[in-house]
């Protein structure tokens, strides 16, 4: 059974890096090189055994690391604690496309409804995170540069993202002390309106955990964006400064 999980994970890691490549080589690509910064807080409080709330905001920027910003997002859920080390979560999202190529004058809307299984691997210098979720996205149209239209596109998209996390002092995971992080993202697209884009995108995260507290840590490192664009043949390769707070609260009475 062991020996199953480590191929089906060697599988799902193998998917990650080589669905990007095949994508590529079926068509003629264009392929557009952006820099960007990415800000953003997680926060996973617990209210008692079974139940707690999840929060993530994130602020994102366009080219040049700091040149306005491309997209806000705000997602809320509610957690059911199966075990200390696995959860399952329902939420809302709510996104902010803020103006570019296709609507260079007006921000665009998007609502999101999203489930999601996360589980944690714990062992006394290494720390695994998975999860599984799948996103109803509400895009809302457009009718030009300067105006929204009526009604919304509406897609699935399946994540799966995978976590590896080592300490790289002798006290593992303790305040004051820094971990390597790795850790990659696999998204794919599905709905009667993805026509070439079933392959949306893969973020390889490689970089540092400071741990600011026993359950919480400020997470800092560099991100590479690989995104296959709704035409099919192009793409966008965006090389990303990524700084991320994880917030954890237990309010159960001890």
């Known amino acids: 059974m062991k020996l199953l999980k480590l191929n089906t994970r060697g599988l799902i890691v193998v998917l990650a890096w080589f669905l990007p490549a095949m994508a590529i080589g079926q068509t003629t690509k264009n392929i557009s090189s952006i820099s960007q910064f990415w800000a953003g807080y997680y926060n996973q409080t617990r209210l008692s055994k079974h139940w707690g709330l999840w929060t993530d905001l994130h602020l994102r920027t366009k080219e040049d690391f700091a040149s306005n ?66 996103e109803e996205k509400f895009k809302h149209k ?19 993202n995978f976590l590896f996390n080592t300490p790289l002092n002798r006290k593992a995971f303790a305040p004051g002390t820094l971990s390597f992080v790795l850790n990659d ?36 490192g560099y991100m590479n964006l690989f995104q296959q664009l709704p035409a099919g043949n192009s793409y966008k390769d965006i090389h990303t400064l990524r700084v991320f707070y ?9």
Do not use: C
């Open 69 to 134: 910003f491309s997209q806000s997002i705000l997602r809320v859920g509610g957690t059911y604690y199966l075990t200390d080390n696995t959860k399952l979560t329902l939420g809302y999202a709510y996104v902010s496309l803020y103006p570019g190529d296709n609507h260079a004058n007006v921000t665009q809307p998007e609502h999101r409804i999203w489930q999601q299984v996360q589980w944690h691997v714990k062992f006394p210098r290494l720390r695994l995170m998975h999860w599984i979720r799948l």
């Open 246 to 254: 994880f917030h954890n609260l237990d309010l159960r009475k001890k």
């Open 142 to 160: 457009i009718l030009n540069n300067d105006a929204l239209a009526d009604g919304y596109q509406f897609n699935w998209k399946l994540r799966y």
């Open 185 to 220: 993202e696999l998204h794919v697209n599905f709905g009667k309106e993805i026509v070439y884009n079933y392959f949306d995108q893969n973020r390889f995260f490689v970089g540092f955990s400071y741990h600011t507290t026993p359950t919480d840590n400020l997470q800092f």
